[in-house]
């Protein structure tokens, strides 16, 4: 069983992709595309799209690996900031933008990342035939929910609970200030928990508050 690269192995990778070393960029690529490919796949939703921007990032990465500063932040974290911007470009060269309403202008919630750790309202018992379909039933909910918010609110949502990255790191990776990714999560969850109770889920959005 492979074990989970350390910062130290990222950091040693990343130096000899800066040596044009392909052996290790093979590697990092097989580390780290797929994930890459999961979180473009939310952005871009469309599988030619995200190979196209997948492989842009990497090509990105393989010129300007020695840019990468790990004092800076996880590689990941690099990484991921690198695929945004290569899926935004693909988003609007595809002319999928749509006029969105910023609430950047508006107070952030009192927030932190404790509230992305506490998944025990989804656990499920096993062997429990209708808590899973209530399960199934969450999950088709929230897949609609998220794909009804703005592209800004979809993309916090999705780097802090599906990627696991901090409120820090979403700001690096978006390139924007602290207090607008706070504010976005807290207006994204906020429509969340209206569009889950159309669907009758209100005592999930309630769960975590």
Not at 9 to 20: N, T, W
Not at 52 to 69: C, G, H
Not at 71 to 96: C, D, E, S, V, Y
């Amino acid at each position: 069983m492979s074990e989970t690269p350390t910062a130290t192995d990222d950091l040693e990778l990343m130096r000899a992709v800066a040596c044009q070393d392909r052996q290790a960029f093979k590697v990092l690529y097989d580390r780290y595309a797929p994930r890459i490919g999961r979180y473009l796949m939310k952005l871009l939703k469309q599988p030619q799209r995200v190979d196209e921007a997948v492989n842009d990032t990497m090509l990105a990465v393989w010129q300007n690996a020695s840019r990468f500063d790990p004092a800076q932040g996880r590689l990941l974290t690099w990484l991921l900031g690198i695929a945004h911007h290569k899926g935004l470009k693909g988003l609007r060269g595809a002319k999928r933008f749509s006029a969105e309403v910023s609430f950047d202008t508006l107070p952030p919630a009192n927030l932190d990342d404790s509230e992305a750790q506490d998944d025990t309202s989804l656990a499920v018992a096993p062997h429990d035939p209708e808590r899973t379909v209530m399960s199934w039933e969450l999950g088709q909910a929230l897949g609609w929910a998220l794909d009804r918010l703005s592209l800004e609110q979809r993309v916090v949502i999705e780097l802090a609970f599906g990627e696991d990255r901090s409120y820090l790191e979403i700001a690096a990776i978006l390139d924007c200030p602290l207090n607008t990714v706070k504010t976005r999560v807290f207006h994204a969850r906020k429509k969340l928990a209206q569009l889950l109770t159309q669907c009758g889920h209100a005592d999930f959005t309630t769960a975590r508050d």
